[in-house]
């Protein structure tokens, strides 16, 4: 049902730092421009590109801010031009990335055709926590890669946010999938499908792994690091990057001697991915881990909790209404 308040309470900060920075707030509810919606949150997941923005200006520069772009709910009015929704629709998707940031509130706007309608087997959790990762992941697996039936997918910190949804998406394509996590995550995996886990705190991954035709990294921060997963690809694979690191030309140019592809990934709004995604949980062979849930008003709690770096698969911020 339509309401006609003006307001609705947010999440913002007013300077980077600590979780403590981040205050409910009430400010102006939003109105959809042309191409756009409103929508009602009703869950909306937490990302750990939400965390680094909140502690310093990285994509998100600009202060007062208010975080967040996982986003599923309810279509609660649309802009001229719209005519793929209408009010009462249950949607989900990932607003524009990185500036189109805003979802830790109870009502934002976006682009209309960057979302998909919710399967109806899912609850607003459940599809909260899509988005931004699954989105990662496929535009980096499938897109990026293609990665093909039978080929060796190596995928580090598999239990996480970005990682346990890659390991569905690589199995949905048929790959031979190896995924890092500490040993006490190794049951997970294996649950999702994983044919080989390693513990990346007693093994060394290249020593342990060879001849990978994919490796999906969203951990190695420097040349160091990227060395090591290099060292398991085979001449003509791929190496993709999912961290906004720089690299220097000159390694760049000894990856591409070796016969490798290395590309870094930002991952994009896309409706197509969106809808490939939504039909791989209708299918069964895509679903989020849900670590915990926080009500908005306990972001500070979501983020401290994210940032110990020892969750498994998704956090999620509940807004309002049924989930």
Do not use: C
């Not at 919710?118 to 459940?126: E, N």
């Not at 060796?152 to 949905?172: D, K």
């Amino acid at each position: 049902m339509t309401t006609t308040a003006t307001t609705m309470r947010a999440i913002r900060q007013e300077i980077h730092g600590p979780p403590e920075v981040l205050e409910e707030v009430e400010v102006p509810r939003p109105t959809p421009g042309l191409s756009e919606i409103l929508i009602a949150v009703r869950a909306s997941g937490l990302n750990p590109t939400d965390w680094w923005n909140r502690a310093v200006p990285m994509s998100v520069d600009m202060l007062p801010a208010v975080l967040g772009w996982d986003v599923s709910g309810v279509v609660e009015a649309i802009g001229t031009g719209v005519t793929v929704f209408k009010p009462g629709d249950e949607v989900f998707g990932m607003l524009p990335y990185p500036r189109g940031v805003g979802a830790h509130a109870e009502y934002v706007t976006a682009p209309a055709r960057a979302f998909v309608h919710k399967p109806a087997g899912i609850d607003h959790v459940q599809a909260g926590a899509l988005p931004l990762a699954a989105l990662t992941a496929y535009q980096a697996l499938v897109e990026t890669a293609d990665v093909q039936p039978g080929q060796r997918v190596l995928i580090h910190a598999a239990a996480g946010g970005v990682g346990h949804l890659a390991v569905q998406i690589a199995r949905s394509r048929g790959a031979y999938v190896i995924g890092t996590a500490s040993a006490a995550k190794h049951d997970f995996l294996l649950s999702l499908g994983v044919d080989e886990a390693i513990d990346y705190q007693t093994v060394d991954v290249a020593e342990a792994v060879k001849d990978i035709d994919v490796v999906l990294d969203s951990i190695s921060m420097d040349t160091a690091g990227r060395a090591r997963s290099l060292a398991v690809i085979r001449p003509g694979g791929t190496l993709v990057s999912i961290l906004p690191v720089p690299i220097e030309p000159e390694e760049l140019a000894d990856i591409t001697e070796r016969g490798i592809r290395f590309e870094r990934l930002l991952v994009e709004d896309d409706r197509a991915g969106m809808q490939a995604i939504a039909e791989l949980v209708e299918a069964g062979a895509l679903h989020a881990h849900i670590e915990a849930t926080f009500p908005l008003a306990e972001a500070a709690k979501a983020h401290a909790l994210g940032e110990t770096g020892r969750t498994t698969g998704k956090i999620v911020l509940t807004v309002g209404g049924p989930s």
